[in-house]
């Protein structure tokens, strides 16, 4: 019974979800039927949109990861935004500035610039929460907007692309030693190895959490952080190396569409991530094996969207809209249970874990 | 969880020294640079620089006004921001089909009141965690505003759209210095300026304000004598989305006569930040948006005298200048007890 709410609640918040947005894009006087028709070919109708939903999905799961973990401990990572950035920026300057470097050894130098970043923008909200009890929310959204104003002044000035038939303001094309390989022949297909990296970061995340001594001591942090000190668990540390290993996925997600998707950055590029993947974690239940599937969902919604337009004249952004609503479905199961007479467990209702994320507003933790 | 009260509850104290010592602080700091600008510029400099700071720290002093009527009677709100952009959005919408600023003002504020009461409903009555609550609501603003923005003016906004015109408040904008930077502002900066005061009344002299710090604080003893603890939180929380709603009319009704996408750029956040480093009272949280205020005029009023530095680098500075202040650099903030918990009636 308990599988069939995990799965039903969600299933049945995306349905909502989907229904809603119809009635708006009708109100609105969009033809709702041709739009889903273009989001259903864009996504899921032909293996080409396949393997765009996959490629999209990717950053998604990444981000999703990062925002379930910081959960786990009772944090509240806005900032994954920021660290995908960060984690792109890094990532392709080792691919384009470093030089005469063999093929995966350049390739995991760029992956490992990326991780680093991504993992340092994170560390600072943990160290402020940890030392000062800054509330990680304020300071997380605060570091986007300095990594988007960093990103965007690096990209137009000190790393822009020499050439001057380019005009955007876009860096240069990393080198062929460090992009990754695709993952299927047919050029037509961008799915790149980064999916097959993603799952074994889902699963590298679950065990982490549920068998490893500081996944014990993550979620000890998160249930009851004083119980947690009176354990001897160090909680300072414990938060700065949760966010840090929070960024560093954030991170792998921004350095992946670096290597795999794009070989170059642009300002601007990750916009959305950051609240998407609050969704996903969100949708997923805050589990990492559950995040895939929402992961998936999400990407299929991105890669539908364009296709979507196209034959639609519907606005992307609703696209947003529907998102939002399915999270608002997922938060409030409540909101399911009234509308579809369904009984709801208990242990079904909290979306985070017994995880409070606002009770610790201003408050030193450590 | 079990949340221990304190005996004393830092924030339920008016006088706080420490609050005025720090804000005593800053301004010394921006007097010195005031004055130096002043010597350097001229006195007209120095006027301006403070002028705009008002204006610009209108939309930070009505976000943080909005979170401390939601936050002392125990209700987080970090969808200010949303609140914001859905309502700097929806003023601009009726603006454009009225032609009435009044009739756009007042739907600006009833927008964000309901998606303030979208928040109420899910963090009160189902019991949503309020950080998620408030998140939901910036996604769904951001989503609203984006697919209505495109789907309705995708040829750009129409031309010949007004903002509110200034106000010289009888004789007083005449008087040199005070009157320059005071009297001679808009509207929405003017009542922002008010509410501070009203504010700081309600929620010290009269029965509302006692009633709201009690459920802040503790809303069992609250309960106890009478209160109706979630009514005063929902009459809060919507309060606050009006009061948020006039800052989002700041953005396209008094600022600017045009929307853009994810306009509001993240003053509900530093709102936020405001409040915080205000320590949750009407005249902190003021003083602390005019420190942020300060530091958005700061490089407008750069870019004036010719002094050339890319906008990408003096524009960090109200985000660092925030993450400064949460992190506690100038005294850690206590918020109202009950802050962010559900209240459940045993």
């Known amino acids: ?366 | 969880m079990s949340v221990a009260v304190p005996a004393i509850p830092a924030t339920a104290t008016r006088g706080n020294l420490r609050l005025w010592l720090q804000i005593a602080f800053w301004a010394a700091i921006a007097t010195v640079l005031l004055v130096l600008t002043g010597v350097q510029f001229g006195p007209a400099a120095t006027i301006s620089i403070l002028a705009v700071t008002i204006t610009k720290a209108t939309p930070i002093t009505l976000g943080a006004l909005s979170g401390i009527c939601s936050e002392r009677s125990g209700v987080v709100n970090i969808g200010i921001e949303g609140l914001m952009l859905t309502s700097a959005f929806m003023g601009f919408m009726v603006g454009v089909y009225t032609h009435n600023l009044a009739i756009a003002l007042v739907a600006a504020m009833v927008s964000s009141a309901l998606l303030a009461l979208l928040h109420a409903v899910l963090s009160i009555t189902f019991r949503v965690d309020q950080i998620i609550s408030g998140t939901v609501v910036n996604i769904l603003a951001v989503g609203l505003t984006g697919y209505l923005n495109r789907q309705l003016f995708a040829t750009g906004a129409p031309p010949g759209l007004s903002v509110l015109p200034r106000v010289d408040v009888a004789g007083l904008s005449a008087v040199p210095w005070l009157g320059e930077i005071l009297f001679q502002q808009k509207p929405i900066a003017l009542t922002a300026i008010v509410l501070v005061f009203v504010l700081h009344f309600c929620l010290f002299r009269t029965r509302w304000g006692l009633r709201t710090r009690a459920v802040g604080e503790h809303p069992l003893a609250a309960d106890t004598v009478g209160v109706n603890v979630n009514r005063l939180r929902y009459v809060n929380v919507v309060l606050g989305g009006v009061i948020a709603g006039l800052g989002g009319a700041y953005f396209t009704l008094e600022s600017v006569p045009h929307f853009e996408p994810l306009m509001t750029n993240g003053r509900g956040f530093i709102a936020l930040a405001a409040m915080i480093f205000g320590k949750w009272t009407p005249f902190g949280a003021w003083g602390a948006a005019l420190l942020f205020g300060v530091a958005e005029a700061i490089p407008t009023a750069m870019q004036l005298q010719g002094i050339n530095v890319p906008f990408q680098i003096v524009g960090l500075l109200p985000y660092i200048l925030t993450i400064v202040v949460v992190a506690g650099a100038v005294g850690r903030a206590t918020p109202p007890a009950a802050d962010g918990i559900p209240y459940v009636r045993a």
């Not at chain 1, 994954?80 to 030089?99: D, N």
């Open chain 1, 1 to 366: 019974m308990r599988f069939l709410y995990s799965v039903g609640v969600p299933l049945l918040a995306v349905l909502t979800a989907l229904v809603l947005g119809a009635v708006v894009i009708f109100a609105t006087g969009g033809d709702a039927l041709r739009a889903y028709q273009g989001l259903w070919e864009g996504s899921l109708g032909r293996p080409q949109s396949i393997s765009e939903t996959l490629v999209w999905s990717i950053p998604y799961v990444f981000g999703g990861l990062a925002v379930a973990l910081a959960f786990k401990a009772g944090l509240f990572n806005i900032g994954v935004e920021g660290q995908i950035g960060l984690g792109s920026l890094a990532s392709v300057y080792v691919g384009y500035a470093v030089k005469d470097v063999p093929f995966p050894f350049h390739l995991f130098l760029a992956l490992a610039a990326g991780v680093a970043a991504g993992a340092l923008w994170g560390a600072i909200p943990g160290v402020l929460k940890a030392k000062t009890g800054a509330h990680e929310v304020i300071v997380t959204i605060m570091l986007n907007y300095v990594a988007i104003q960093m990103t965007s002044f690096l990209v137009s000035g000190p790393m822009k692309d020499p050439n001057p038939l380019i005009a955007n303001a876009q860096t240069p094309k990393i080198l062929q030693s460090a992009r990754l390989p695709p993952l299927l022949p047919d050029p037509q297909y961008r799915l790149h190895w980064g999916i097959v990296i993603a799952v074994l970061a889902a699963v590298f995340v679950w065990w982490l959490l549920n068998k490893s001594t500081l996944g014990f001591e993550i979620r000890t942090v998160g249930a009851n952080p004083q119980a947690a000190r009176y354990a001897g668990v160090a909680v300072g540390r414990t938060i700065v190396v949760t966010m840090a290993l929070s960024g560093a996925l954030a991170g792998m997600a921004g350095a992946l569409e670096v290597v795999g998707l794009n070989f170059y950055h642009t300002a601007g590029f990750s916009v959305g991530y950051g609240f998407d993947s609050i969704a996903v974690a969100l949708l997923g239940r805050g589990d990492p094996i559950g995040v895939l599937p929402s992961a998936v969902l999400f990407g299929g919604l991105a890669a539908g969207a364009s296709r979507m337009q196209f034959l639609s004249q519907i606005p992307i952004d609703i696209i947003k809209l529907i998102q939002a609503l399915v999270l608002i479905f997922i938060a409030a199961p409540a909101l399911i249970r009234w509308l579809y007479r369904v009984r709801v467990p208990r242990e079904a209702e909290s979306v985070a874990g017994e995880v409070q994320l606002t009770a610790s507003w201003g408050k030193v933790e450590a």
